[in-house]
């Protein structure tokens, strides 16, 4: 099993900017890659960013492309979300989670930690 823990989010201004923390552990050299998700009020999950935990595959959702970037760093067993030029529309509660090697779903999940952008 992967346990993961968010956290860095809280209550920024339009413009601004916050990185996410998500740090792993447990059976973290069987991880094949990890993502962020997001959940507003009334709207379904929706995916944003995902890394291969080598760092060499990164994937973004249209709305957050050359605005927020993804990195891992293997050795802390953490993975971060750079956010930049935050909207309104990014306010959620934002989640990481792991896919194994052997598995093609994103199996374990943290807590998530809660985005609020104010206009």
């Known amino acids: 099993q992967v346990q993961l823990v968010e956290s860095g989010g809280r209550l920024v201004q339009a413009g601004g900017s916050l990185r996410l923390s998500c740090a792993a552990s447990?059976?973290?050299?069987?991880?094949?890659?990890v993502g962020w998700f997001r959940k507003a009020p009334e709207t379904e999950r929706e995916f944003v960013t995902s890394i291969t935990w080598s760092g060499g595959t990164t994937y973004y959702t249209d709305s957050v492309k050359g605005r927020f970037t993804i990195s891992v760093d293997s050795a802390k067993n953490t993975v971060y979300l750079q956010m930049n030029s935050l909207k309104p529309e990014d306010t959620a509660v934002y989640y990481c989670?792991?896919?194994?090697?052997?598995?093609?779903?994103?199996?374990?999940w943290g807590r998530g930690t809660q985005v609020t952008v104010s206009s």
């Open positions: 447990g059976r973290t050299w069987n991880v094949y890659s």
């Open positions: 989670a792991a896919k194994m090697k052997d598995r093609s779903r994103y199996d374990y």
